[in-house]
């Protein structure tokens, strides 16, 4: 094993910005299958898209040394892995869950995009973690489902907490309030046997670790194993532990784990429209800018902003206008991996549907439209009433206060009370971990083959001897506890 000094963690009182070489400019976060413009991969491209899949793999296949055509070719498999299930299979999923099944149920319910699915090769290919989305969308399916969710108090506990972070706010003046020490322990497994694993294979992992940034502060790698990481700096786009191993029995798995914590507060600026100031002289274009193919302003889209944005000239307001538009419009579903998904927020803008990753995108483009800086951030939401998960969220940039928190997938929330309702518009709770301060660039060190997911980073990414492995090759195990500091709450900046 090659063990790695492990870096100093820096406390910054200042909230990071990404070094000067990770924005001028930012990659594109998705496969060059998506980007090419090489003729072989342009034709493949369109051939995967029409659902000709056999066609494009057999066209590529005298190209597979190259990396563009392995790329592509990697793309067509992870899509058939998000689309394995026949009419049949679904047929068989959905038989204990839904009372008096027919297959007539799942045609009417797939001709209407109730159930998500397709067409590969001619053949329909429904969606591996359906029935999630059927029960989102199908109120025949919803009627007749068997096994309901039991009622959770989820929603009334974290309303109680935003009205606790508000009168805390009101009370000391301050933004940021409550906080929460979170203990983290985070394990990634490559199993035992392993396709291509060998003695004397080199095993590279990237974990997660959270960022030192505005109201997130005293981070504390506390053990890890095996060694120490690699930490990347502070303000990276992703925030990693890198851990290097060398496998002695490739028939016994391995496992990379950290323990950590961090101090989360919640965030709430007193936000005026009244107040809004024009940007900064010098202000970075970046995040103002189309980053192709997630983030691009089509003619649709184009359109779309001016007609919610209307005669508006505020950015806060015109701001608020998009997320409330979001929050009408969008519905959140189940999603497939970004990896398959050529254009984020084309997908979100013409499916009216997407995950919170989706909707960030989508809500960040449409705001750069409109003349409003915004970025992407994520990492984990870690709220105790064990809604604990995989989280991407956004920023908005206006003067005087910078950057602000927008989540547009918790959107507005059930409540009387307008400050309750619009929290997620330029606000955030206690209960997140941020990891990444942007998306699609390199991690630290560099991953050498085309990672799992090339936009976000929360699950941890592993290869072995250059080799990616998919989310399918490995497990990891994210765990969790939470107290409340006994020393009052740092000072705002």
Sequence with gaps: MKLLLLVPIVVLMSIPSLAADDVS?????????????????????????????????????????????AETLEIIRRIRYDYPLSEADVYQKLRPVIRDLTTADIDRWTQRREIQYRTIDNELRYFRREPSNLFRFCPDAIARRLNKPAATTADADL??????????????????VVPIVHHIKYALTVPANTPGAKAGSLVRAWLPFPQEYRQQSDVRLESSSPGKPVIAPN????????????????????????????????????LDDAKVQALPAGFDATYLAERPPHIRFSPKLKETVARVVGEETNPLAKARKLFHWVDATVRYHAEEEYTIIPAISEHCLNDCRGDCGVQGTFFITLCRAAGVPARWQSGWETRPDGEHNMHDWTEIYVAPWGWI????????????????REFYFGHQDSYRMIVNLDYGHPLTPAKQSLRSEPADFQRGEVEIDGRNLYFDQYDYDFAFTQNEPLSRPRPNP
Excluded at 408 to 416: C, H, R, T, V
């Design 25 to 69: 400019t930012p990659p594109t976060g998705a496969s060059v299958a998506w980007t090419s413009t090489e003729p072989l991969i342009v034709q493949a491209r369109e051939m995967i898209l029409t659902g000709r899949f056999a066609g494009a793999e057999r066209l590529l296949a005298d190209h597979a040394t190259e990396p563009a055509a």
């Design 159 to 176: 309303i109680a907490h935003l009205k606790r972070i508000m009168d805390e706010a009101n009370r000391t003046g301050r933004e940021q």
């Design 235 to 270: 303000g990276s786009a992703h925030r990693t532990l890198y851990f290097e191993q060398r496998i002695d029995d490739p028939a016994k798995p391995i496992t990379f784990e950290a323990v950590y914590s961090y101090t989360s507060h919640a965030y709430y600026p007193k």
């Design 405 to 420: 928190p927008c989540d547009p997938s918790y959107g507005l929330k059930k409540s009387d009370d307008p400050a309750v």
